[in-house]
T-cell receptor, first 116, second 112 residues
Framework: GAVVSQHPSRVICKSGTSVKIECRSL??????MFWYRQFPKQSLMLMAT?????????EQGVEKDKFLINHASLTLSTLTVTSAHPEDSSFYIC????????????FGPGTRLTVL | SQQGEEDPQALSIQEGENATMNCSYK?????LQWYRQNSGRGLVHLIL?????REKHSGRLRVTLDTSKKSSSLLITASRAADTASYFC????????????FGKGTKLSVKP
């Protein structure tokens, strides 16, 4: 199966700082990547769809100025949580979709963000 | 909300027993996928069933899809302690990007 990595796996930061999370597709070029967040004991909620070379598409209720997404290459998408607050503490998971119309998404291991 | 519902929310069984998890969704789908998540980890894709399929097998997994009832089930046969995880269904509703809408998940606990 495909491998998607995320870095860092865990981050603790102070309120007001910005945190960047990287999502890498290691063995295929992903024109489309997705960012999800997951609160404890809850399901995944799609935040945004990231397309290589273009602006991300954000889901309703997700602030694009707070969650900056950059998909600068076919193997890397980044999510930056700007001016993080304790309510942004969550588990952030990315996924990558193979090009060519495949419906299967390959998920990264997730990043646990704790904002103090 | 298109988000699906899963039941039960939690399921506890003994090793060797079968585990059945159900998923219902609200609008028409292109396909439905099942994923597994170990605590604090990412998701692992288990199986995809298309809207024109009714049943699919993969090893000890059996998935059914009833589009008339907008429901799907995941059966794990001869469960093992290592099957302990949360299981999510996710619907592909045909968006151009192929994004998924996840159900709330079933937390399965298999006791040795």
């Amino acid at each position: 199966g495909a491998v998607v990595s995320q870095h860092p796996s865990r981050v603790i930061c102070k309120s007001g700082t910005s945190v960047k999370i990287e999502c890498r597709s290691l063995d295929f070029q992903a024109t489309t990547m997705f960012w999800y967040r997951q609160f404890p004991k809850q399901s995944l909620m799609l935040m945004a769809t990231s397309n290589e070379g273009s602006k991300a598409t954000y889901e309703q209720g997700v602030e694009k100025d707070k969650f900056l997404i950059n998909h600068a290459s076919l193997t890397l998408s980044t999510l930056t949580v700007t001016s993080a607050h304790p309510e942004d503490s969550s588990f952030y998971i990315c996924s990558a979709r193979r090009p060519g119309g495949s419906d299967t998404q390959y998920f990264g291991p997730g990043t646990r963000l704790t904002v103090l | 909300s298109q988000q699906g519902e899963e039941d039960p929310q939690a399921l506890s069984i003994q090793e060797g027993e079968n585990a059945t998890m159900n998923c219902s969704y609200k609008t028409s789908i292109n396909n439905l996928q099942w994923y597994r998540q170990n605590s604090g980890r990412g998701l692992v894709h288990l199986i995809l069933i298309r809207s024109n399929e009714r049943e699919k097998h993969s090893g000890r997994l059996r998935v059914t899809l009833d589009t008339s009832k907008k429901s799907s089930s995941l059966l794990i046969t001869a469960s093992r302690a290592a099957d302990t995880a949360s299981y999510f269904c996710a619907g592909n509703y045909g968006g151009s990007q192929g994004n998924l809408i996840f159900g709330k998940g079933t937390k399965l606990s298999v006791k040795p």
